[in-house]
């Protein structure tokens, strides 16, 4: 990966990453100034300058650079007693050599900036002259479409003479002419401006980024073997502390410019495509229709969609994995109620299990949540990836869709019954605490809800998908609509506004409309309304 191929749209943040990482070398410069004034005042001094230095982002930072000088300042802690030649040492061997990098690198960036300035400059002249010459055509166009309407005015006119008509005849063919010419001269330079366009995209600016990346190369490749002098300068004073030493340079060996720059690359590519060329627009006329816009209906930024595509992946990659962890968590924690539960129906005493068994409930009520948001997020993801978003497959988690939470548009539980607020104080000894949490730990292939008049059990295996047998499909459906096409509700769904439709998970609906923009035209029976695509899948 280079940047001129991966960050062709991105050159002003590339001049700004190379401008912050002369700045980042200034600072460390200023740092092993004070460094060396440090030991001159000894420890004390020393410690107050690790602290006046320490970044909590630069040791969490990606860059390899920027965690080799976090590393640097930490251990740097540890260095405290050292005297006047780790000052000379330092002096000699660090300070000048980053002054001198901090410099060179300073004059190569503002060349290489005056090389993208003159390319930008040819880039716009060139799309300027286009529109001249565009401007020109339109109103040359325009010139003969008046002459020309004037002239078949004077002919329909009976009193028109034969000298104003040949007059308006001359001048017609006049703005014919030059309409053709400013014709000409726009296709030429059309032609011209975006043979110019593909050259600057496709050569010269991935050209010049490259530079940028070969500049940065070396600059961080210098930068790291001054890392390692600086802890060779520490390591020729004093053998003792040579540990930490040992962590400094590994911090400079883990330098790594191509990381560096992939990670850069990661954090601002796009995933857009290289503009294309600019099409041809052939002359409309001089009174042009009003055109309407179009009432589309956003989807919800629930979907990240108004990130770039490669940002859209990472942030539902994200959100998945974090909807797997509580899943999983909730599964444990219905291991840990359920001992609970036997433990205090067996001795009341211990603690009252109704509020127990109500805890079980909300947490299955949680776990169908989830099952479905991640289901939802999927979709999401699927859809970003370029796939078919109606090729929906079954619920990824397997967990059983409760008869008793009825899930609303956002997948919250808006069902079940509210927390008893009675007194439950635990009495369970420290013994029994242990028992019910050494149990949690074991997991077997499925878990029974005692308690509940619905009896559900749900599987731990997360491939194993919940059916129930008892669930029928709509009889109302109008299975005879022209198009239509027969579709299952994978969630309930609450409408929200007067011409969507409320629907319940596992009804049986036809899909009208297909409005692409995430919303689907369904019929339920003799109603029809707008419910969200990923809320349906084709049967």
Same mark, same amino acid.
Not at 82 to 91: K, P, S
Not at 448 to 471: A, H, I, Q, Y
């Given at each position: 990966?280079?940047?001129?191929?991966?960050?062709?749209?991105?050159?002003?943040?590339?001049c700004?990453?190379?401008?912050?990482?002369?700045?980042?070398?200034k600072?460390?410069?200023?740092?092993?100034?004070?460094?060396?004034?440090?030991?001159l005042?000894?420890?004390?001094?020393?410690r107050?300058l690790?602290?006046?230095?320490?970044?909590?982002?630069?040791?969490?930072?990606?860059?390899?650079?920027?965690?080799?000088?976090g590393?640097?300042?930490?251990?740097?802690?540890?260095?405290?007693?050292?005297?006047?030649?780790?000052?000379?040492y330092l002096?000699?061997?660090?300070?000048?050599?980053?002054?001198?990098l901090?410099?060179?690198?300073? +004059?190569?960036?503002?060349? !290489?900036?005056?090389?993208?300035?003159?390319?930008?400059? &040819?880039?716009?002249?060139?799309?300027d002259?286009?529109?001249?010459?565009?401007?020109?055509?339109?109103?040359?166009?325009?010139?003969?479409?008046? +002459?020309?309407?004037?002239?078949?005015?004077?002919?329909?006119?009976?009193?028109?003479?034969?000298?104003?008509?040949?007059? !308006?005849?001359?001048?017609?063919?006049?703005k014919d002419q030059?309409?053709e010419?400013?014709?000409?001269?726009?296709?030429?330079?059309?032609?011209?401006?975006?043979?110019?366009?593909r050259?600057?995209?496709?050569?010269?600016?991935?050209?010049?980024?490259?530079?940028?990346?070969?500049?940065?190369?070396?600059?961080i490749?210098?930068?790291?073997?001054?890392?390692?002098?600086?802890?060779?300068?520490?390591?020729?004073?004093?053998?003792?502390?040579?540990?930490?030493l040992?962590?400094?340079?590994?911090?400079?060996?883990?330098?790594?410019?191509?990381?560096d720059?992939?990670?850069?690359?990661?954090?601002?590519?796009?995933g857009?495509?290289?503009p294309?060329?600019?099409?041809?627009?052939e002359?409309?006329?001089?009174?042009?229709?009003?055109e309407?816009?179009?009432?589309?209906?956003?989807?919800?930024?629930?979907?990240?969609?108004?990130?770039?595509?490669?940002?859209?992946?990472?942030k539902?990659?994200?959100?998945?994995?974090?909807?797997?962890?509580?899943?999983?968590?909730?599964?444990?924690?219905?291991?840990?109620?359920?001992?609970?539960?036997?433990?205090?129906?067996?001795n009341?005493?211990?603690?009252?299990?109704?509020i127990? &068994?109500?805890?079980l409930?909300?947490?299955?009520?949680?776990?169908?949540?989830?099952?479905?948001?991640?289901?939802?997020?999927?979709?999401?993801?699927?859809?970003?990836?370029g796939?078919?978003?109606?090729?929906?497959?079954?619920?990824?988690?397997g967990?059983?869709r409760?008869?008793?939470?009825?899930?609303?548009?956002?997948?919250?539980?808006?069902?079940?019954?509210?927390?008893?607020?009675?007194?439950?104080?635990?009495?369970?000894s420290?013994?029994?605490?242990?028992?019910?949490?050494?149990?949690?730990?074991?997991?077997?292939?499925?878990?029974?809800?005692?308690?509940?008049?619905?009896?559900?059990k749900?599987p731990?295996?997360?491939?194993?998908?919940?059916f129930?047998?008892?669930?029928?499909g +709509?009889?109302?459906?109008?299975?005879?609509i022209?198009?239509?096409k027969?579709?299952?509700m994978?969630?309930?769904?609450?409408?929200?506004?007067?011409?969507e439709l409320?629907?319940?998970?596992?009804?049986?609906?036809?899909?009208?409309?297909?409005?692409g923009d995430?919303?689907?035209?369904?019929?339920?029976?003799?109603?029809?309304?707008?419910?969200?695509?990923?809320?349906?899948?084709?049967?």
């Amino acid at each position: 990966m280079s940047w001129g191929s991966e960050l062709w749209d991105q050159y002003d943040h590339i001049c700004a990453h190379t401008e912050h990482g002369v700045e980042f070398v200034k600072r460390v410069q200023q740092f092993v100034k004070d460094r060396i004034h440090a030991e001159l005042i000894y420890a004390k001094e020393l410690r107050k300058l690790v602290k006046s230095y320490r970044k909590k982002e630069e040791e969490e930072s990606k860059y390899t650079a920027v965690q080799a000088f976090g590393k640097v300042v930490t251990e740097t802690n540890d260095l405290a007693g050292q005297r006047e030649l780790i000052a000379e040492y330092l002096q000699n061997d660090v300070l000048k050599p980053l002054q001198e990098l901090a410099k060179n690198t300073l +004059s190569e960036r503002k060349k !290489l900036m005056v090389d993208g300035v003159e390319l930008h400059k &040819a880039v716009k002249d060139s799309m300027d002259l286009l529109d001249r010459n565009k401007r020109n055509y339109m109103k040359a166009s325009e010139e003969k479409e008046v +002459s020309s309407h004037a002239l078949d005015k004077a002919d329909n006119d009976p009193q028109s003479t034969k000298a104003k008509i040949d007059k !308006l005849t001359q001048i017609s063919r006049s703005k014919d002419q030059a309409a053709e010419e400013a014709r000409n001269n726009y296709i030429l330079q059309l032609e011209a401006t975006n043979e110019y366009r593909r050259s600057h995209f496709n050569q010269r600016m991935p050209h010049l980024m490259d530079k940028f990346m070969q500049m940065n190369t070396d600059h961080i490749n210098t930068y790291k073997s001054l890392i390692a002098a600086y802890a060779e300068s520490h390591r020729r004073v004093q053998p003792v502390i040579n540990t930490c030493l040992n962590n400094i340079t590994e911090s400079s060996v883990a330098v790594d410019p191509s990381k560096d720059n992939s990670q850069y690359i990661e954090e601002r590519k796009t995933g857009y495509p290289v503009p294309g060329d600019v099409d041809f627009e052939e002359y409309q006329g001089k009174i042009k229709k009003k055109e309407k816009k179009e009432d589309k209906r956003k989807f919800e930024a629930r979907d990240f969609s108004h990130l770039p595509p490669e940002q859209r992946k990472k942030k539902l990659m994200k959100k998945i994995n974090e909807l797997d962890a509580l899943y999983n968590k909730s599964i444990s924690d219905i291991t840990a109620m359920e001992k609970m539960k036997d433990i205090y129906e067996k001795n009341p005493q211990l603690g009252d299990s109704k509020i127990v &068994a109500q805890q079980l409930l909300d947490t299955r009520a949680k776990i169908d949540t989830y099952s479905k948001e991640i289901q939802e997020f999927k979709g999401y993801l699927t859809q970003a990836e370029g796939h078919n978003s109606s090729s929906l497959t079954a619920p990824v988690q397997g967990s059983p869709r409760q008869p008793s939470v009825k899930e609303g548009k956002n997948g919250k539980s808006s069902g079940g019954k509210k927390k008893d607020k009675g007194k439950g104080v635990s009495k369970l000894s420290p013994g029994d605490i242990e028992v019910v949490q050494n149990d949690a730990v074991s997991t077997t292939s499925s878990y029974s809800f005692k308690g509940s008049s619905d009896n559900v059990k749900v599987p731990l295996n997360r491939d194993d998908t919940w059916f129930s047998d008892e669930e029928g499909g +709509s009889d109302n459906v109008d299975r005879d609509i022209p198009g239509g096409k027969q579709a299952l509700m994978l969630y309930d769904f609450e409408a929200q506004q007067e011409d969507e439709l409320s629907c319940q998970a596992d009804d049986e609906v036809v899909v009208v409309e297909d409005l692409g923009d995430g919303w689907l035209r369904i019929q339920k029976g003799r109603d029809q309304g707008y419910v969200p695509e990923t809320y349906v899948q084709y049967v």
